[in-house]
């Protein structure tokens, strides 16, 4: 399994910002997908998440603003994030887990994959 985001960067307060991830090796087995973040000097935090049924979970963090979907043809994850805030500073890891195991979809030791991240860096 290899999965490899993209569309990070700098952007404004306010302003809206897609992520993308290209999953290989995937399979319509896995239980769940999802994108974690971590900020310099904070936990690991995980913000959207999707199951192959696509039924989807937030955090109340980005609730509202945030939205998660997948394209199964292109095996590929997005994150359109809206209205940013510079509290959405952060590393951005999209995940995969094949197992359903005792975590839930939110949280970060569920997934067994990871993308090497992409920056998102939101100034006033």
């Not at 209205?83 to 500073?89: H, I, M, Q, R, S």
């Not at 995940?95 to 939101?122: I, M």
């Amino acid at each position: 399994v290899q999965l490899v985001e993209s569309g990070g960067g700098s952007v404004l307060t306010g302003g809206s910002q897609r992520l993308s991830c290209a999953a290989s090796g995937i399979t319509d087995r896995r239980d769940c997908m999802a994108w974690i973040r971590q900020a310099p000097g904070k936990e690991r935090e995980g913000i959207a998440a999707i199951d192959r049924d696509g039924r989807t979970s937030y955090a109340g963090s980005v609730k509202g603003r945030f939205i998660i979907s997948q394209e199964d043809s292109k095996n590929t994850l997005y994150l359109q994030m809206n209205n940013l805030k510079p509290e959405d500073t952060a590393m951005y890891y999209c995940a995969a887990a094949y197992g359903a195991g005792p975590y839930g979809p939110l949280d970060w030791r569920k997934y067994e994959f990871w993308g090497q991240g992409t920056q998102v860096t939101v100034s006033q």
